[in-house]
C-alpha cells in the first residue's frame, strides 16, 4: 500500500498545549515569510490560520476549522494533492507566493521504525510567478519570464530567465528605457531590490507592474558576489566566455540564479549561459505603442484579433514562443534579418518538403519544458514520453531537410540541422521502457513496459497470481457461506476485505464462521478478513512496493541518461522552434499571399500595395481590402487627412505593422516592401482614458506626444493618429501644428501624420520634406462614399456631417449642423489659418532658445536680505561684513 494514511485525526484538545504537527507547522511558517504555507498531510495539503483565511476565498472552497491554538478555533482549508496544480494556478494569477510543503519520508516507514513525533516535513519549493515549470500552470504558447533589475556602479541591469525552458539573458537598462524592455519582455515576476523602489524616476514604471514586484533586500543584488554566484552555478573560472557584461547586468542575473535557488530548494535547474542582448540590436518599442498595434493582444485585451494570432502557424508550443518572443523585439541588423527571411523564402519555395515537415512538427511535443522539469527532479513519466516522442521526429526531420541534390540549406537551417543532433540510442531505449498508457506522476507505477525489466516482469507476476488466487478465494468463500454477493474488496485505509451484506450476515445467524475475523460494520454491511486473505494481501502489498521502488529507480536511470545529454536535446529544441517558425512564417506568407521585404541600412520606406494583416483578415478575402502604398522618400512626412472611417488609422497601423513584420523577418502583407532599417517605434494613436493613473484622455495623449518628440531620432518611425483632438479645436490646432513642425525639424524622423484638422496641409508649403495625402471618399446622391483610397492631396472637407448622418443622428440635427458649417466657414476662420501659415515664423523648433534656468537666491543674497542694519551694533555690523566678505570667497 503506497497511500499513506497518516492524517491528524485526533485534533488538540481545547486546554492542550500544541501538538507536535502544530509545533512542526509553526516552525516552517516562520522560516517562510510572504508565502502561503502548503502543508501535506496524507492526500491533502492543509493551510492554517490567516493563510487558510486568504486563501479560502481565493479558491473557492471552504473554510474550517481544526482544533485549538492559544484558545481559539484554528481556521483550516485544504486541496487534495492529485489536484493542487488548479488550485495553485489561482493562487498565483491572484498574486500569492506558495511554500509547498511535503512529507519527507515515508510515514508507515517510519511508524515501523519507530520513530517518535511527527512524520519529517519540509518545503521543497517555493512557487512564484516566475518561477513555474508545470504545464498546467504555464500558457504553452508564451515565455514566463523572471526578470530581476540591478543598479550598480550608477548604471541599469536587468536580466530574465524562463525557468521551465532554461532561457536566459541580460541587457543593460536604464530609467528612461526599462518601461520600454519591461514591455518587450513581459516578465511573470520581477525581482527589485528594495532600494530602488524608493527611486522617483521609476515610480511610475513600477506602478504599472506592480502585481509582478518582488520587492528583495538590496545587499542581494550586490555585483560581486553575483560574479562569484554565476561562476560557481556555471563551473567556471571567470564570466567572460559568455560574453562581456556590465556590473549591474551581472548582480540582475545573479540575483536570478540566487532566488531560483531559494525557490527550488536546491533542485538544480538546467540554465543556458546568460546571453547579452545589446540595446541597440532590437528595435525600442514603447509599451503604449505595443499596446496601441495590438501586437500579442487587442485592446479589450484578447489574443483573438492581434498581429500574433494572425500570424501565428507554429505547430509546437517552443515554436509558439519562438515568435512571441521575436515579435516582442523585432532586430536592426539587415543581416540577421536577412537569415531569418532567407529560411522562410527555402520554405515558402518548397510546399511540399514544408508540408512533410509541419506534418513531423505536428507530433512533437514540448521537450524543453520535459526537459527542465526532469533537471528540477519535478518530471514524471510524460515527460520521458515527451522526449521520446520529441527526439524521435528529430531523425525523419532531418531526413526531410537534406532531400539529396537539393540546393544547400540556408545558413539558419543549416544550423537547425545540424542542432537536431543525434539521439537514436536514447529514444530506443524510451522506446523500449516505456509503457502505453503512462500516469501522471511516478509514484504511480506502471509506467515501465513490460520485457523492459526482468526483476520488475517476476515481482508484477507474483503480485498478479496473488490476485488470481484472491479471485478464486472469493468464489471459494461464497460457496462456503453460501452467499453469493460476497466480494473481496480492496481500498486505501484497510487493505483487502471481505463484504457480505448486513442482511446475509443475519440470515446465516450472525456469523459467517470461525475463520471470518469481523473487521468493520458499516451501513447495510459488514466486513471481515481471514488469515488467508491477509496473508494473501501482505504478499501482494510487499510486492507491488518492490514493484515500484524498482520503477523509480528505473526512472531516474533514465532521467540520468537524459541529463546526461541534456546540452544536446536542449540544442534540438532550439532547432525544432526554429524550423517550426521559419515553416509557420512560410505558411502564413503562403496562405495570404505575402512577399519577402528588401532590409537595408538605408533610410527607405517603400511600401507598395499595403495592407492591414489583421483588418485583411477580418474582412475575410484580399479582394475586399483595398491596397495602399506608402512611399517616403525625399518626402519623409506624410500629412495623411480625410474624413472619420476613410482608413487613416489603417493606414497608419498597417504601415508600422508591416515594418516590424519585416524586422522580424517575416514576410509582409504588400506586393513589394523596401525598409531602411528602424531602430525606433513609436506611435499616438486612439486614446482612452487612464483612471488608473488619473490621467484624462487628453493627458495620455500628451503624455505619448511628449515621449516621441523627446526621444525621436533620424533612424525613427512615428505614426501620429489624431493629436489634438482632446481639447478645444484652436488648442489642438495650434499643439499638432508645431508637433508636426518638430518632428520635421528637430526628430528629423519618417512619420505618418493623420489629421482631420485639414488646415495643417498649409504647412506642406513650408517644410519641404512634408507632404501631403488624402483618403480619396466620393459624394454619391448627397452621400460619401469611402474608397479606403490613398492618394496625393489633401482633403477639402471633414465630410463629418456625412458620418453623422450614417451613424443615424436625427435629420433635424445634421440639417441645422449644415447650416451652422455653412456660416462658420464663410467667416474669417479660414483666412486667419491661411495667413497664419505665411506669418508664422517657422522652423522656431529647430532654433529652440534654451529656457533660463530657474534662479534660486545665493547665499550671500540671503545673509543680506535678513540682515537689519538699524538694530545692529557697531561691532555686529563689522561682523556681518566680515562674514559676506567670506561668503564671497566661497
Ligand atoms: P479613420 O481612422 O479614418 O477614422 P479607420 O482606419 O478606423 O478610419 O477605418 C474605418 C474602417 O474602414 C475600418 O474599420 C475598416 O473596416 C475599413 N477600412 C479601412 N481601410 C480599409 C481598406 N484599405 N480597405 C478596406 N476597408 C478599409
Not at 221 to 232: G, I, K, P, T
Not at 392 to 407: C, K, M, Y
Not at 581 to 602: F, K, N, Q, V, Y
Request: hydrophobic fraction near 45%.
Amino acid at each position: 500500500m503506497t497511500a499513506e494514511p497518516f492524517r491528524d485525526s485526533d485534533p488538540p484538545g481545547p486546554a492542550a498545549a500544541a501538538t507536535p504537527v502544530m509545533a512542526q507547522y509553526h516552525e516552517i511558517k516562520r522560516a517562510h515569510p510572504g508565502c502561503l504555507l502548503f502543508f501535506r498531510m496524507g492526500d491533502f495539503y492543509e493551510l492554517f490560520f490567516e493563510d487558510a483565511q486568504e486563501a479560502a476565498p481565493a479558491l473557492d472552497i471552504a473554510l474550517t476549522r481544526r482544533g485549538r491554538h492559544d484558545g481559539a478555533d484554528i481556521p483550516m482549508c485544504g486541496v487534495p494533492v492529485h489536484t493542487v496544480d488548479a488550485y495553485l494556478a489561482r493562487l498565483i494569477r491572484a498574486g500569492f507566493k506558495v511554500a509547498i510543503c511535503d512529507q519527507i519520508e515515508d510515514p508507515a516507514e517510519a511508524r515501523r521504525r519507530g520513530a517518535k513525533g511527527p512524520v519529517k516535513r519540509a518545503v521543497v519549493r517555493v512557487v512564484t510567478a516566475g518561477t513555474l515549470t508545470e504545464d498546467g500552470l504555464l500558457d504553452a504558447r508564451r515565455h514566463n519570464y523572471l526578470a530581476g533589475i540591478a543598479e550598480a556602479g550608477g548604471e541599469l541591469g536587468i536580466a530574465w530567465l524562463d525557468l521551465s525552458t532554461g532561457a536566459f539573458s541580460l541587457a543593460p537598462t536604464a530609467d528612461l528605457s526599462l518601461a520600454a524592455d519591461l514591455a518587450r519582455i513581459m516578465p511573470g515576476e520581477i525581482l527589485v531590490p528594495e532600494r530602488l523602489l524608493a527611486r522617483p524616476a521609476l515610480f511610475e514604471v513600477f506602478g504599472d507592474w506592480k502585481g509582478a514586484l518582488t520587492p528583495l533586500a538590496s545587499p542581494r543584488f550586490d555585483s560581486e558576489a553575483a560574479r562569484r554566484r554565476l561562476e560557481s552555478f556555471y563551473g567556471v573560472k571567470a564570466l567572460d566566455g559568455f560574453g562581456s557584461f556590465g556590473r549591474a547586468e551581472i548582480a540582475a542575473a545573479g540575483a536570478l540564479v540566487d532566488y531560483v535557488a531559494l525557490t527550488q530548494q536546491g533542485g538544480a535547474p538546467h540554465l543556458a549561459p546568460p546571453t547579452r542582448v545589446a540595446p541597440d540590436t532590437v528595435m525600442q518599442i514603447d509599451a503604449a505603442t505595443r499596446r496601441n498595434l495590438e501586437l500579442v493582444t487587442t485592446l479589450s485585451g484578447e489574443r483573438r484579433g492581434s498581429l500574433i494570432a494572425t500570424i501565428d502557424r507554429t505547430l509546437t508550443g517552443p515554436g509558439a514562443r519562438l515568435l512571441a518572443e521575436q515579435l516582442a523585439a523585432p532586430l536592426t541588423e539587415p543581416q540577421a534579418i536577412g537569415a531569418r527571411l532567407d529560411a522562410v523564402e527555402f520554405m515558402s519555395d518548397r510546399p511540399d518538403m514544408r508540408a512533410a515537415l509541419r506534418q513531423r512538427l505536428r507530433r512533437c511535443p514540448d521537450i524543453e519544458r520535459a526537459l527542465t522539469r526532469l533537471s528540477l527532479g519535478r518530471g514524471g513519466p510524460r515527460d520521458l514520453a515527451a522526449l521520446r516522442d520529441g527526439l524521435s521526429e528529430t531523425a525523419q526531420i532531418r531526413s526531410i531537410l537534406l532531400v539529396p541534390g537539393l540546393v544547400p540549406l540556408p545558413e539558419l537551417l543549416a544550423r537547425a540541422e545540424r542542432g537536431l543532433g543525434e539521439h537514436g540510442a536514447l529514444v530506443s531505449r524510451l522506446g523500449r521502457a516505456l509503457a502505453a498508457e503512462l500516469p501522471l506522476l511516478t509514484r504511480d507505477g506502471g509506467f515501465i513496459a513490460p520485457g523492459y525489466a526482468a526483476e520488475l516482469d517476476e515481482l508484477r507476476e507474483l503480485r498478479d497470481a496473488s490476485r488470481r488466487t484472491i479471485a478464486a478465494l472469493q468464489a471459494r468463500y461464497a460457496e462456503a457461506t453460501g452467499i453469493a454477493s460476497l466480494r473481496i474488496r480492496h481500498n486505501n485505509v484497510i487493505g483487502y476485505y471481505i463484504e457480505v451484506s448486513a442482511a446475509n450476515v443475519e440470515r446465516r445467524g450472525g456469523s459467517l464462521g470461525a475463520d471470518f475475523i469481523h473487521r468493520q460494520t458499516m451501513a447495510g454491511a459488514l466486513r471481515y478478513t481471514t488469515v488467508e486473505l491477509s496473508e494473501l494481501a501482505s504478499k501482494i502489498a510487499s510486492a507491488a512496493d518492490r514493484a515500484l521502488a524498482l520503477e523509480l529507480r528505473l526512472f531516474d536511470d533514465l532521467a540520468g541518461d537524459i541529463m546526461a545529454g541534456r546540452d544536446a536535446i536542449a540544442a534540438a529544441a532550439v532547432a525544432l522552434a526554429t524550423l517550426d517558425l521559419a515553416a509557420s512564417h512560410a505558411e502564413c506568407a503562403a496562405e495570404t499571399g505575402w512577399t519577402r521585404p528588401e532590409i537595408d541600412a538605408g533610410i527607405a520606406f517603400e511600401i507598395s500595395g499595403g495592407r492591414h494583416p489583421t483588418v485583411e483578415a477580418a474582412l475575410a478575402g484580399r479582394d475586399s481590402f483595398i491596397a495602399n502604398d506608402c512611399i517616403l522618400a525625399e518626402d519623409r512626412i506624410w500629412l495623411v487627412t480625410g474624413p472619420n472611417m476613410a482608413g487613416k488609422s489603417t493606414f497608419l497601423r498597417q504601415n508600422a505593422l508591416i515594418l516590424i513584420l519585416a524586422q522580424i523577418g517575416s514576410f509582409v502583407p504588400a506586393r513589394a516592401a523596401r525598409i531602411g532599417i528602424v531602430d525606433r517605434l513609436f506611435s499616438r494613436v486612439g486614446a482612452a482614458d487612464d483612471l488608473a493613473r488619473g490621467r484624462s484622455t487628453f493627458m495620455v495623449e500628451m503624455v505619448e506626444t511628449a515621449a516621441i518628440l523627446n526621444q525621436a531620432g533620424p533612424r525613427s518611425f512615428v505614426i501620429l493618429d489624431e493629436i489634438g483632438r482632446g481639447t478645444a479645436t484652436y488648442d489642438g490646432l495650434s499643439i499638432a501644428w508645431a508637433a508636426l513642425e518638430h518632428l520635421h525639424e528637430v526628430n528629423r524622423c519618417r512619420a505618418l501624420f493623420a489629421t482631420h484638422y485639414h488646415e495643417l496641409t498649409a504647412l506642406a508649403a513650408k517644410l519641404p520634406a512634408l507632404a501631403c495625402h488624402t483618403m480619396r471618399v466620393k459624394e454619391w446622391q448627397g452621400d460619401v462614399v469611402f474608397l479606403h483610397e490613398v492618394a496625393p492631396g489633401t482633403a477639402d472637407r471633414s465630410y463629418g456631417i456625412h458620418v453623422a448622418k450614417l451613424a443615424g443622428l436625427p435629420e433635424g440635427v445634421t440639417a441645422r449642423a449644415a447650416e451652422v458649417l455653412e456660416i462658420l466657414e464663410k467667416g474669417e476662420e479660414a483666412g486667419a489659418l491661411a495667413r497664419l501659415a505665411d506669418d508664422l515664423p517657422l522652423f522656431r523648433a529647430a532654433r529652440r532658445t534654451p529656457p533660463e534656468p530657474a534662479r534660486h537666491p545665493s547665499p550671500l543674497e540671503d545673509l543680506l536680505r535678513e540682515a537689519h542694519p538699524d538694530e545692529l551694533t557697531p561691532r555686529e555690523a563689522l561682523e556681518l561684513l566680515y562674514r559676506l566678505k567670506a561668503l564671497l570667497a566661497e
